[in-house]
Every structure is written in C-alpha cells, then in structure tokens.
C-alpha cells in the first residue's frame, strides 16, 4: 500500500514551458486534492476533486489544469509556466466517508526560470 | 472569510522542555480542527484532530483542545525531544469537508 504517490519529486521548468504533475492513489479514495506551499506560507488549495469526472476549483486555480478519468489519478496540468508557478506541489486525498482525514503525498518541487 | 492564526517561528527548544504552539481561527459554523506535522523533505502528517468544543486530541504525547469561547486549538507537549524537530501546521476544516484551511506553520527545533 503506497498512498498517495507524486512524481517527478523535482522540475525546473523555462517560462512558457507545458508540463503535468502526477499524483496517484492506492486507496480507493473519492476526494483529491492539490495544494501549493509557498516559502512562509500555509498551504493554498488549487483543484479538487470528488470523485472520477467531477473537479471543482479551489482559492488559486488560474494557471492550473486538472482532471479525473480515474479513482487513482488526479494530474495537475500547467500549460505555460510563470515564475510565480514556482513552488512545491502537493497532492492528497481522503475517503468519502469515515472521516474527513486527508493523506498527503511527499510533493513535487518546481523551480520556474 | 475562514482564516488560521499561528504563532511565528522558529521555535527553539532544548529537549525535554515543555512545548506550546498557538493557534488561533476565524470561522463560521463549527470547523474540525487539526494539527499536521511536516517533517524535513516529506508531505504532511496528520497529528491531531478536534471535531467539537471542548475535544481534546491527543497522539504521540502531543495534545490540543478545541476551545470555542476563545476560537483557540493551542497545541501543546509536556517533553519534547529532537525527533519533534519539524514544521507544525494548524487547519480548519469547512465546507462540507473539501475546504482544508491552513495557518502559515511554525518551525520547532528541538536540540540536545
């Protein structure tokens, strides 16, 4: 049982650069969540989603893609990269019922030049 | 809006002292609250959880109580040891369970 799995662990993207961020799960869990940290800060939510077909902004969405064809894979699309993209990228999930519990991934670290 | 109130870091303690982190919020309704744990270079671990006034939770020798006169979930340990040594993030859980609301965390540091 891996839990919720992110790759890559670390990108350095060009500005105006594509690229997506993977985020799986092993749990069977409805809800999935990305969120960004900032240096200093809490952690921001951009995308979530309640299950597979169904995704819902959150308090920092511009810039970002997602999409859920999947229980386990919730992916998180940027389609033109901007210095302030630069972050770590964080993707959890929790079950639908049972508790409101959300089981973080290690992050991704992205780095906007 | 929904907003979380946490003391500024870091804090440095030596091991064994007593621990205190403050946590304050502003909510409507009645938020779950929660302390995560975020070790160096990994995601976040969920510590502990309030669901309702005057809940205490409780693990691994850490322990926070929901206090909703004064809109407070302080965490707090009686001997903390350098295995504690990480960043503390207090959040409040709203809307209908998808709106996760962090503090901007405390950094502990607990030396020998």
């Known amino acids: 049982n891996a839990g919720v799995t992110q790759t890559p662990k670390f990108r350095i993207l060009k500005i105006g650069q594509s690229m997506t961020l993977q985020c799986t799960q092993d749990?069977?869990?409805?809800?999935m969540y990305w969120y960004r940290q900032d240096p200093g800060m809490g952690l921001k939510l951009i995308y979530y989603?309640?299950?597979?077909?169904?995704?819902d902004k959150g308090e920092v969405p511009n810039g970002y893609n997602v999409s859920r064809s999947t229980t386990e894979d919730f992916p998180l699309r940027l389609e033109l990269a901007a210095p302030s993209q630069t972050s770590v990228y964080f993707c959890?999930?929790?079950?639908?019922?049972?508790?409101?519990?959300?089981?973080f991934g290690p992050g991704t670290r992205l780095t906007v030049t | 809006g929904d907003s979380v109130t946490q003391m500024e870091g870091p804090v440095t303690l030596s091991e064994e002292a007593f621990l205190t982190i403050n946590c304050t919020y502003t909510?409507?309704?009645?938020?779950?609250l929660f302390w995560y744990v975020q070790y160096p270079g990994e995601g976040l671990q969920l510590l502990l959880k309030?669901?309702?006034?005057?809940d205490k939770g409780s693990n691994k020798g850490f322990e926070a109580t929901y206090r909703k006169e004064t809109t407070s979930f302080h965490l707090e340990k009686g001997s903390v040891q350098v295995s504690d040594s990480a960043v503390y993030f207090c959040?409040?859980?709203?809307?209908?369970?998808?709106?996760?609301?962090f503090g901007t965390g405390t950094q502990l540091k607990v030396e020998l």
């Open positions: 959890a999930s929790r079950p639908g019922t049972g508790g409101y519990e959300q089981y």
């Open positions: 749990m069977n869990h409805n809800y």
């Open positions: 989603s309640v299950g597979a077909g169904i995704t």
């Open positions: 909510a409507t309704g009645y938020p779950s």
């Open positions: 309030a669901t309702k006034a005057d």
């Open positions: 959040a409040l859980l709203t809307g209908g369970g998808n709106k996760l609301t």
